[in-house]
């Protein structure tokens, strides 16, 4: 008895363009889920350095307000040290000038012009952050005080500006406070 082959049987493989097609989709397939998950990596990045930004500025404000309380504990003006005289740090009568704090070291320091603090250095044994020990970082911040307007010298307002850059492109967080003199 002589088999009678089928149609089924006769296309049994795929041609050439199935195969094509077959390939494409499939790199399609790959390319979203890469592109999908590359971009998840680099907003978790950039939500990381936010939220370091905002803890370092608002450790910048804090390390100020703890300076105007000492001065004030010790009975000295509340702004010794800080801006009381033009040879203070962030003195604000001669115009724009930028100071820089470290909570570690408990210091403060003018950078001049506003952009030109140094860049953070992150201690690996402590994981705390300084100007003095520890392995550079890309974090920038820089202090700046100014006369509240609307009460004269009795308010400060503290402006605490952390910036970063992640290759070409420049970021920013600002925190600002008012201090008032409580003595």
Avoid at 59 to 76: A, P, S, T, W
Wanted: glycine share 8%.
């Amino acid at each position: 008895m002589k088999k009678l082959k089928t149609k089924f049987q006769l296309k049994a493989g795929f041609t050439l363009v199935e195969t094509l097609m077959a390939i494409s989709i499939l790199v399609l397939a790959v390319t979203g889920a890469f592109s999908a998950a590359h971009s998840g990596i680099t907003s978790a990045i950039f939500s990381k350095d936010q939220i370091v930004a905002f803890y370092l500025a608002q450790e910048g404000i804090e390390q100020i307000r703890n300076m105007r309380d000492e001065n004030g504990l010790r009975g000295q003006n509340w702004l010794t040290n800080i801006a009381q005289n033009p040879s203070d740090p962030c003195y604000f009568a001669v115009g724009a000038r930028a100071c820089r704090v470290d909570v570690v070291n408990d210091t403060i320091a003018s950078c001049g012009a506003p952009g030109s603090c140094p860049f953070l250095k992150l201690d690996p044994v402590n994981g705390f952050y300084s100007y003095v020990s520890g392995n550079d970082t890309r974090f920038k911040r820089e202090i700046s005080l100014s006369l509240n307007p609307a009460n004269g010298s009795n308010e400060v307002v503290v402006s605490s500006i952390v910036s970063w850059s992640k290759g070409l492109i420049n970021r920013s967080f600002t925190a600002r406070e008012i201090i008032f003199n409580w003595q």
